[in-house]
């Protein structure tokens, strides 16, 4: 009964920024946490980051710490992902996730190329 849906994505070059944003859709919405995860070719999916969506409490892999932001806009059923500084290995589809108490749901992705 919940879609989402990433926008956001697109090509960059070294050190520059995108905003990623994944909206929910639904008659309710609220997760026990949602988390930006991401796949590039030949690897395996990897979480990126995660935010509970009560408590707000925010982890990230070591990998972004300092250049990615992971936030929410409750009342718009929004996620967001800031990200700074990007490097061609952060190229790759990043995907939506929401746990919703055991209910799993992920959004299609959107690819985010950063070139060199």
């Known amino acids: 009964q919940v879609q989402l849906q990433e926008f956001g994505g697109g090509l960059v070059q070294a050190g520059g920024s995108l905003r990623l944003s994944c909206t929910a859709s639904?008659?309710?919405?609220?997760?026990?946490?949602m988390a930006w995860f991401r796949q590039a070719p030949g690897k395996e999916r990897e979480s990126v980051a995660a935010?509970?969506?009560?408590?707000?409490?925010?982890e990230y892999q070591d990998s972004v710490k300092g250049r990615f932001t992971i936030s929410a806009d409750k009342a718009k059923n929004t996620l967001y992902l800031q990200m700074n500084s990007l490097k061609p290995e952060d190229t790759a589809v990043y995907y939506c996730?929401?746990?919703?108490?055991?209910?799993?749901?992920w959004g299609q992705g959107t690819q985010v190329t950063v070139s060199v």
């Open positions: 935010i509970r969506w009560g408590g707000g409490e925010t």
């Open positions: 639904g008659r309710t919405f609220s997760p026990y946490a």
């Open positions: 996730y929401a746990d919703s108490y055991g209910a799993l749901y």
